[in-house]
């Protein structure tokens, strides 16, 4: 998978061809969806619309089939009551009744006990269909009695014809039993008395064969209900009168066919989309006329959407392999398009390697790969010629940048490196420019027991600092080997550095102090600079509290003033730059005279080396990779007790 991406990210075409390939992709996808959905709708619409159709033709057919026996049975019982007392005339119309109806089952016309004295307590005429015979005998017995069935006494009861629920029915004929429902009507003499009842049977078994022919999909069925919901047609023969629609939802409660039960039931005709047997299935319904039954064609979703689904897996995979075949051809016509690309970005490598007078092919184009070879070309004589003016500037940057190291060698060996090795003195000092050459200072000079130092800041940075600080260290050595106060140095430096003898305007600021070795007495003068701190105090270490002067070099006819300690014995001095308290970080933080004080308070140093090591690292910590912004310069001096 890493080696597919790493080629997709690697070849250009290929990237591009997925693009229109995608953007492609996804007008087909949402073109089809649209047109599928439309689709489906139809072929979901005329599936509701056949299956109704068959369903109401079905339902014509059976109703038009038990009309034509309730037609047949009026017609038997007129002319049974044209001749109510011939007996022999029954068998005739009991025969003639199967005869113009071959599909009838059965038609018994059953009189009252010892109605025909001559036939004695019973006497039914019974007509059935034997293969392709009819054959009709008397029936009832005393294993017999038929004046107790139901389909003898319900119309007697009722007073009126009517159909039984299907029942069991034992062919006297052949001792064989059929599920029948009867058409059953009761015969009356001219007294309206009950003589007897004319019953005319349709068999279940060809009435669904009947209805099960239809079928308007291959694996659709029917199925029909009676008034209590009772299976008289369905696909598995051992539901028929077995099971109701209701049996498999006590074990397994499903809300959507008990609801289609009741619908049935009661009469209502309709369509519902349900789960039959853990197949999607759109079920149609309507009820049969008078005989209180209702039946229903089961649609799987199968069936009916199979075309469309198979039409559209098929459209699918043609856009799924033209979208391929379109991938492939663009990637070979947009590789055979880019290839003048390659063969700059190949030139370009070489010219890149430092082969400058490479010749660039002339492609002939005058469209934009035409454009950006003339523009290579403009850029190889620009790259030739900038070149030459590089090595030039590179030459002369290594002579600036060898002199500046000359000068920063310069510069440092104006600043003592080794420091008195008198005891009871500790004297330690460093300074780090923030360029190669620097505007920090710092010095000292022993004369017997007097140490006369200073620490100074020039304004600005660079080689203008630098020389302006060489001018500052050579004074403070002249003055003071005179051996005059550090206030009388400032103010006679002050004088050589303002005014015309300082064009440029620029300034330093000083701390300078002679101290006493043998008494600790310290004589100081603050130009300007910033508070040094010095130990012993309340707190430890405190900033120096002096008078203010101005920085040297400001302002000429200046008089500084000079302070006193009595004894800094014990009492660390510690002296530095505005390059430690204003050093920043990364987000642009300063280091802190708090941070400073903490660490000074709370640090123990054995040496004026160990306090300068100890707070470069601090001050390079906190800068955390960011570049200097100012000089660095500190000084530490402790004399023992």
């Keep these: 998978m890493k080696n597919i991406l790493a080629y997709i990210r690697r070849k250009l075409s290929v990237r591009v061809s997925l693009w229109v390939v995608m953007f492609a992709a996804v007008i087909f996808i949402t073109a089809l969806s649209f047109l599928f959905y439309q689709s489906r709708e139809a072929v979901r619409q005329e599936a509701i619309n056949r299956a109704t159709q068959i369903l109401d033709k079905t339902s014509l057919r059976v109703e038009g089939i038990l009309n034509r026996v309730e037609v047949a049975s009026n017609m038997t019982h007129w002319l049974v009551q044209r001749h109510p007392d011939k007996a022999d005339s029954m068998f005739v119309y009991s025969r003639g009744?199967?005869?113009?109806?071959?599909?009838?089952?059965?038609?018994?016309?059953?009189?009252?006990?010892?109605?025909?004295?001559?036939?004695?307590?019973?006497?039914?005429?019974?007509?059935?269909?034997i293969g392709d015979s009819i054959r009709t005998i008397q029936v009832g017995s005393d294993n017999y009695q038929y004046f107790f069935m139901d389909w003898y006494l319900m119309p007697t009861l009722l007073d009126r014809p009517c159909w039984t629920e299907p029942y069991m029915d034992i062919d006297v004929l052949t001792n064989t039993t059929?599920?029948?429902?009867?058409?059953?009507?009761?015969?009356?003499?001219?007294?309206?008395?009950?003589?007897?009842?004319?019953?005319?049977?349709?068999?279940?078994?060809?009435?669904?064969?009947?209805?099960?022919?239809?079928?308007?999909?291959?694996?659709?069925?029917?199925?029909?209900?009676?008034?209590?919901?009772?299976?008289?047609?369905h696909p598995d023969t051992t539901k028929i009168t077995c099971q109701t629609i209701f049996t498999q939802t006590i074990e397994h409660p499903d809300t959507a066919l008990t609801a289609l039960g009741h619908s049935m039931q009661r009469g209502e005709e309709g369509m519902k989309r349900m789960i039959l047997n853990g197949e999607e299935c759109y079920v149609f319904y309507k009820p049969?006329?008078?005989?209180?039954?209702?039946?229903?064609?089961?649609?799987?979703?199968?069936?009916?959407?199979?075309?469309?689904d198979r039409l559209r897996r098929a459209v699918m995979g043609i856009v799924i392999v033209g979208l391929l075949l379109m991938l492939c051809l663009f990637i070979n016509i947009i590789t055979r398009e880019l290839s003048p690309l390659r063969r700059l970005a190949h030139e370009a490598e070489t010219i890149a390697s430092g082969q400058f007078d490479t010749q660039l092919p002339n492609f002939?184009?005058?469209?934009?790969?035409?454009?950006?070879?003339?523009?290579?070309?403009?850029?190889?004589?620009?790259?030739?010629?900038?070149?030459?003016?590089?090595?030039?500037t590179t030459a002369q940057k290594a002579s600036i940048e060898s002199e500046l190291n000359v000068a920063h060698s310069i510069q440092m060996s104006m600043l003592p490196s080794v420091f008195p090795n008198l005891e009871g003195l500790d004297m330690y000092a460093s300074m780090t420019p923030a360029k190669e050459v620097g505007g920090d200072l710092y010095g000292y000079l022993l004369k017997d027991d007097n140490l006369y130092?200073?620490?100074?800041?020039v304004s600005g940075k660079g080689v203008p600092a630098s020389l302006f600080m060489a001018q500052v260290t050579r004074l403070f050595r002249t003055l003071a080997n005179q051996q005059i106060p550090p206030a009388d140095i400032c103010t006679q430096m002050n004088e050589a550095l303002s005014g015309d003898e300082n064009p440029?305007?620029?300034?330093?600021?000083?701390?300078?102090?002679?101290?006493?070795?043998?008494?600790?007495?310290?004589?100081?003068?603050?130009?300007?600079?910033?508070?040094?701190?010095?130990?012993?105090?309340?707190?430890?270490?405190e900033f120096l509290q002096m008078l203010p002067n101005f920085p040297i070099g400001v302002l000429s006819g200046l008089q500084f003033q000079g302070e006193e300690i009595d004894s800094i014995k014990g009492r660390p001095l510690f002296i530095y730059t505005d390059g430690l308290n204003e050093a920043e970080n990364l987000k642009n933080e300063?280091?802190?005279?708090?941070?400073?004080?903490?660490?000074?308070?709370?640090t123990h140093f054995e040496t004026a080396c160990q306090v300068i090591e100890t707070l470069a690292v601090e001050i390079e910590h906190h800068r955390n990779g960011a570049d200097p912004n100012d000089d660095l310069t500190m000084m530490c001096l402790r004399i023992s007790i």
């Design 453 to 457: 130092f200073c620490l100074g800041d």
């Design 504 to 541: 440029t305007n620029m300034f330093v600021t000083l701390f300078i102090g002679l101290v006493n070795l043998t008494t600790g007495h310290l004589s100081f003068c603050n130009a300007g600079h910033n508070p040094p701190v010095i130990g012993g105090g309340e707190h430890h270490g």
């Design 97 to 129: 009744m199967l005869l113009n109806n071959p599909d009838f089952y059965n038609c018994s016309i059953a009189f009252e006990p010892y109605y025909f004295e001559d036939k004695g307590r019973y006497f039914s005429a019974y007509t059935k269909h």
């Design 288 to 308: 049969l006329g008078k005989t209180g039954c209702s039946m229903a064609i089961v649609c799987p979703e199968s069936d009916i959407f199979g075309g469309f």
């Design 178 to 233: 059929e599920m029948v429902t009867s058409f059953c009507q009761a015969i009356k003499n001219r007294d309206g008395n009950v003589i007897g009842v004319i019953n005319t049977g349709l068999s279940l078994n060809w009435l669904s064969h009947t209805i099960s022919a239809v079928k308007p999909y291959p694996h659709s069925y029917s199925i029909m209900i009676g008034r209590g919901g009772t299976y008289f047609v």
């Design 364 to 392: 002939q184009r005058t469209d934009e790969i035409g454009q950006l070879s003339h523009s290579f070309g403009n850029m190889q004589q620009s790259l030739v010629k900038y070149i030459e003016e590089l090595k030039d």
């Design 590 to 602: 300063q280091f802190g005279d708090d941070r400073l004080l903490d660490i000074l308070r709370n």
